[in-house]
């Protein structure tokens, strides 16, 4: 089967078909072809061999990884997302890790990101360094009312910005989440769950014995709790975006990221969540009310912080 770069490359390449071949996992190739290395006497070499397509798509998302001594190969393509393909990598040995996660943000037309608005809403624009930019930024502010390539551009930061800020808040709070490594104009570096043959399954790929369900069902709601306590909703948290590895679960996708205090729809992106992630668990064996529960969580973390509070229907977004 053809996998998510082929299929863009048919699309979207009028080239492609005499690019795509048969690939071996193991099959190395000189990144001096994918990357172009800060000096001529760079090597860098990928055990993984992308298409024509995917070829200076990738290489430009991990670059800047490479230049900072960060990864020193790219083994295996992970899973293509709705807005982002993982890679798995060799990190390099100053990191102190083993393998590290590159998340490569999809070129922006081939992204498929339904409702990206009501995440948005409330949400200050994030510049390449994290920071919140500034209103008085009038040039920023023009190009993003009239969608110039470069307002296009400044969201398209933004958005991956608020992931990885996110994974940096989460993680030194104790959450379940990899541990962020790196951001650069186009893709995140972070822990990687799996070893070297392959990936962390998601959960939903999972069956569970009930005492284990009971086990990560308690896990994944201190997460959610954690979450809310420092004024986070997932916003797209089901068994698809937690991955299984050796008993232990992780929470990843974390772009759409929603602020109690100021999108409007909070309360209903929570519950949905919540809903989702238990439905799972209710298939394990585990008896959880969502309702109830996002009663709770909304009533302790949430509802004095909105004015008014309230649920938005669906039909609202």
């Known amino acids: 089967m053809d996998d998510e770069a082929d299929v863009f490359a048919r699309l979207y390449d009028p080239d492609a078909d005499d690019e795509i071949r048969p690939r071996k996992r193991r099959h190395r190739v000189n990144m001096a072809e994918l990357v ?5 006497s760079d090597e860098f070499h990928t055990t993984y061999k992308p298409s024509r397509f995917e070829k200076t798509w990738l290489g430009e998302s991990l670059r800047p990884f490479y230049q900072q001594n960060l990864i020193t190969d790219v083994l295996y393509h992970v899973k293509g997302g709705k807005e982002a ?10 990191t102190g890790l083993d393998l590290v996660a590159a998340k490569v943000y999809r070129p922006r037309k081939f992204r498929n990101l339904r409702n990206d608005i009501m995440y948005r809403e409330g949400r200050a624009l994030l510049t390449a360094d994290g920071n919140v930019a500034k209103r008085t930024d009038h040039r920023l502010m023009r190009a993003i009312g009239k969608k110039t390539e470069f307002g296009v551009q400044a969201q398209h930061t933004s958005w991956l910005m608020y992931e990885y800020t996110t994974l940096q808040r989460l993680y030194a709070d104790g959450a379940a989440v ?5 951001a650069a104009e186009n893709s995140i570096l972070m822990g990687y769950q ?17 005492d284990e ?10 997460n ?7 004024d986070v909703i997932h916003g797209d948290l089901s068994a698809y975006n937690i991955l299984y590895w050796e008993g232990k679960i992780t929470l990843i996708d974390f772009p759409q990221v929603s602020s109690v205090e100021t999108n409007a729809h ?19 064996g585990v008896t959880c009310d969502p309702n109830q529960i996002f009663e709770y969580l909304w009533l302790r973390y949430a509802q004095s912080r909105v004015k008014p509070a309230h649920i938005a229907e669906p039909s609202q977004i």
């Open 194 to 210: 799996g070893d070297i043959s392959k990936a962390a399954p998601p959960l939903s790929d999972v069956g569970l014995t009930l």
């Open 85 to 94: 393909s993982v890679y798995c990598c060799i990190a390099d040995p100053s």
């Open 266 to 284: 909070a309360a209903f992106i929570l519950q949905r969540d919540i809903t989702r992630t238990c439905e799972y668990f209710q298939r394990q």
């Open 213 to 222: 369900a009971h086990v990560l069902f308690v896990e994944a709601m201190r």
């Open 224 to 230: 959610i709790e954690l979450m809310l306590s420092i």
């Open 178 to 182: 990899p541990k962020p490594i790196g």
């Open 36 to 40: 172009e290395a800060s000096d001529g």
